[in-house]
C-alpha cells in the first residue's frame, strides 16, 4: 500500500523543439512566427533561453513562444 502514492522521478531537461521538431539550441538561427521578430538568435540569459531579434535587438523569452497545442516553439530553424 506504501507503494502507491510514491513520487516517480521526473525528466527536468529542457528540450526546445521549432515548429516541426527539430532541436533547436543556444546560438541557432530562426524564423519567429510571433512577436514580428522576424530571424532571431537562441541566447542564454539570466532568466533562461531567449530568442533575440536579429533586426532591433529585442528578447523574447522562450516561454512566451510555445504553442499550447503541440509544446513546440513557434520558430522555423533556419540552416
Known sequence: MAGLFSKKPRKNKLQIVDFEGQPLKEGDTVLSYRYDLGECRIINTEEGMAYESLAN?????????????????????LS
Open 57 to 77: 535587438g529585442q528578447q523574447i523569452s522562450y516561454v512566451k513562444m510555445i504553442d499550447a497545442a503541440t509544446g513546440y516553439q513557434k520558430v522555423k530553424k
